[in-house]
């Protein structure tokens, strides 16, 4: 009698054959997305190593060496189906179609060997369904990896620092500031302060929704490296409600200094760096004289 | 790496360098890691007279990042909580080493047994968290 | 034996920082700058961090120690040039080096020092005020 592995590999074709068709027939199937031969390539490549290793009498365990090579060349297909956009239902899809067309094949073989049959079945599931496991695990990793390139560059944009003078720098803050943020936000004004070599950063805060004893210990981080490096730190946009709830969380800011708007804020580096703003009379522009 | 007097901090802290730019670290995240290195190496000559440093580099859940493992044979430490606190220091120093190195990278763990020695397991990842 | 070469500017004493110290090379700058200190009768001290990668607890407190010395005999300490990176670093560490004051480069550090000295000519003790005033 045959093995299994041996039925499986004489019909390899026909297997290949009802997988495509399972999957071409699939509704749902993306084909601006992929052509069908890229498909058909794949789809070999991967029953290829599946036989191999089912031919060295290993069913269930997908985590042997043998069928390093399946998992990996399903981990590739799910890691790139991911970044492409494809539905997780497209592609698990993929490996259960196979197990569809497996066992269809099986069936023909073995009408005459029920209890035979009903085995390999049961073995083939398991070592099927082990593998769709491995294809979601990679599929949302995948995924993950997206948003995580997001947040990067979400939190990239969302940290600009403005040079409003001469040795002035601004920078707003929108949204909220958690640990990872203002490590970008310190990293980017700090930065800024050695390129442009100014003496005064004003972080403004009008922006950020609520400020807990957390924010508020990174706001004091950020403005003891600010002092490090040999700049002076204001903050400014500080409302009422802010005010309300640093108080009565009992945060010392005492040794910072703060001010309710940026233009207020503006004006203390001015009187810092010896500025001075005048109205002029006859054009009504402003005017600086140092 | 064996660390068995002072003058092998600053190979010691190259080779964290090397490892950390090996996987991209930022410069940032490099300077935690490395100085949170220094002040524990420091901790070793100091209070072990030097012990073992393995270096490694370990990727978890698509993360990346450097394992440090430092590893004497020297007096271990009574009070872990201790020894822990900011400001609380045996050795006439600031008492900012073992706090201090433990904020500065993402995973922290210290085993010590009087009279066995201490082993600090430090882990700091690519991307900083 | 390694030493780090100090320079001698006016009524100034400078000193850049070239490569990773270790510790007793740091020992021995904090020794040779305070003696340079007494010798010259020097009234402010430079200390040019900008080449330096690591400042770890240690290092900070040699600098703390070296400002605290010098304000004895006198003299202030600024510490110019840190790196962002290294400033980060010493904030997570908790460490705020008080007592020190900082600046951006050698230049701006020079000038925050010729202000210290003429508000110190003018009101002869100058109390340990917030650094903040350095841009007055």
């Not at chain 2, 940032?28 to 890691?33: E, I, S």
Request: with cysteine; glycine share 6%.
């Amino acid at each position: 009698m045959n093995t299994t592995a041996q039925v499986l590999e004489k019909n390899k074709e026909r297997i290949l054959e009802k997988w495509m068709q399972n999957q071409l027939s699939d509704a749902s199937l993306r084909d601006d997305l992929m052509t069908s031969d890229e498909l058909q390539r794949q789809s070999k490549e991967m029953l290829d190593g599946l036989l191999r290793a089912v031919s060295k009498g290993n069913h269930d365990n997908i985590y042997d060496t043998e069928f390093e090579q399946v998992t990996d060349t399903l981990r590739d297909i799910s890691i790139t189906r991911a970044r492409q956009g494809f539905s997780p239902r497209e592609t698990g899809t993929y490996v259960l179609s196979l197990k569809q067309a497996l066992i269809e094949v099986l069936v023909e073989q073995r009408q005459d060997d029920t209890s035979t049959l009903y085995m390999e079945i049961m073995q083939l599931n398991t070592l099927l369904d082990n593998l769709s496991i491995v294809t979601f695990e990679t599929f949302i990793k995948g995924r993950e990896e997206v948003i995580l390139r997001q947040t990067d560059e979400i939190s990239e944009i969302s940290t600009p620092v403005i040079r409003v003078w001469d040795g002035i720098l601004a920078l707003p803050i929108i949204g909220t500031l958690d640990s990872a943020r203002t490590q970008i936000v310190m990293e980017n004004l700090l930065q800024e302060i050695v390129n442009t070599g100014s003496n005064i950063a004003i972080l403004d805060i009008s922006g950020v929704p609520a400020v807990d004893s957390l924010v508020a210990q990174h706001l004091i981080k950020t403005v003891s490296a600010t002092r490090l490096m040999g700049a002076e730190c204001i903050i400014s946009g500080i409302r009422a409600e802010i005010a309300q709830t640093i108080v009565h969380l009992g945060i010392d800011l005492s040794n910072i200094k703060t001010k309710a708007s940026l233009a207020s804020a503006l004006q203390l580096a001015f009187s810092m760096t010896n500025l001075e703003v005048r109205r002029n009379d006859k054009n009504k522009g402003l005017n600086i004289m140092r | 790496m064996e660390i068995v007097r002072e003058q092998d901090v600053v190979p010691f802290r190259n080779r964290v360098r090397e490892f950390s730019t090996r996987i991209g670290m930022s410069l940032v995240n490099q300077t935690k890691l490395i100085t949170a290195a220094s002040e524990l190496v420091r901790n070793m000559l100091k209070y072990a007279s030097g012990g073992k440093v393995i270096l490694e580099i370990i990727s978890h859940n698509a993360k990346t990042g450097v394992r440090l493992t430092f590893k004497d044979e020297g007096p271990g430490i009574a009070d872990i909580a201790l020894a822990m606190r900011d400001g609380f220091s045996t050795g006439r120093s600031l008492g900012l080493g073992l706090p201090g190195a433990k904020r500065l990278v993402n995973e922290f763990d210290l085993k010590s047994n009087p009279g066995e020695g201490t082993t600090v397991t430090v882990i700091h990842w690519k991307h900083g968290r | 034996m390694e030493r780090i070469p100090i320079l001698k500017m006016g009524p100034f004493l400078l000193v850049t920082i070239q490569i990773d110290l270790y510790d007793r090379l740091a020992l021995t700058l904090e020794n040779d700058l305070i003696n340079m200190v007494s010798q010259t009768g020097a009234r402010g001290v430079l200390i040019d961090i900008s080449a330096v990668s690591i400042v770890d607890s240690f290092m900070g407190r040699i600098l703390g120690n070296i400002a605290s010395m010098s304000r004895i005999m006198d003299a202030e300490t600024v510490v110019v040039g840190m790196q962002p990176a290294v400033a980060i670093t010493l904030v997570e560490l908790g460490l705020t080096l008080q007592g020190v004051h900082t600046a951006l480069n050698v230049e701006k550090g020079m000038e925050l020092l010729n202000t210290k000295l003429i508000g110190n000519l003018e009101q002869d003790e100058e109390e340990e005020e917030d650094q903040n005033d350095r841009n007055d």
